[in-house]
């Protein structure tokens, strides 16, 4: 990355995305800067989790465009016409995004460290004994060095999705998607995963958090985006969004949320 580069890192241009006849992302645009923060919230079924897939190849867009870094997710655009990647192509894209999710999806036959150094070795063909530097260097990060060994069955919660962190950090990517990321944690252990979450903030990583957390909105998030029934309904600076929201379906999700 050179400082003149100011291309977005998230660009989506009237993102649409259906399941049969269900329209689920109906009209999906907004823009994340790189090292920018990005906090999407919104109503059960509003879209959220299909938005973060497509950006990670777990889906595919109907409608719109969908750039990272400016490059077209999962398409490739010769003159008016769009051709669909190849799967070598597309994994090439995602590898340089790392997705962390509600649960945890750690091997549970492998030790944290061998959960974190398993892509590097496998996608990146690093050596064994370079992933594990690296790895150990990631636990040390997420504050877990000593836990190395330890089986993610023998793990909290909070430590699983740390290690979870730490292992979409391996493959070095350049923006970060969390979908709902502390949902599933006892609450005693949600600011452990948050505080994690701000470190990487604070160090520059380009993050989309799909999240209930509107503290962590307000102090880290750069913008929030309110999201319901497919389309953004609001967008701005998370104080300004949270103290004075413009749409009433903002107010009323905010109101169950705050
Ligand atoms: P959110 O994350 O905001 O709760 P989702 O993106 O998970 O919303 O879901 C939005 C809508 O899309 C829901 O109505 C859901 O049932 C539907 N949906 C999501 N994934 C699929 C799928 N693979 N097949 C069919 N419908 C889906
Ligand atoms: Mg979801």
Known sequence: MTITDTTDMVRAEGVVKSFGSNTVLKDISLTVRRGEVMCLVGPS???KSTFLRCINHLERVDGGRLLVEGDLIGYRERG???YE?????????RRDIGMVFQRFNLFPHMTALENIIEAPMQ???QRRA???????????RVGLSD??????GHLSGGQ???VAIARALAMDPKLMLFDEPTSALDPELVGEVLDVMKGLAKDGMT???VTHEMGFAREVADSLVFMDGGVVVETGAPREVLADPQHARTRAFLSKVL
């Open 45 to 47: 079924g509003s879209g």
């Open 80 to 82: 008016d016409k769009l």
């Open 85 to 93: 990647l190849k799967p070598k192509e597309a994994a090439k894209q």
């Open 123 to 125: 996608v990146k063909g």
């Open 130 to 140: 370079v992933a594990e530097q690296r790895g150990r260097e990631l636990l040390d």
């Open 147 to 152: 836990k190395a060994a330890a089986y993610p």
């Open 160 to 162: 699983q999705q740390r």
């Open 207 to 209: 993050m989309i958090v």
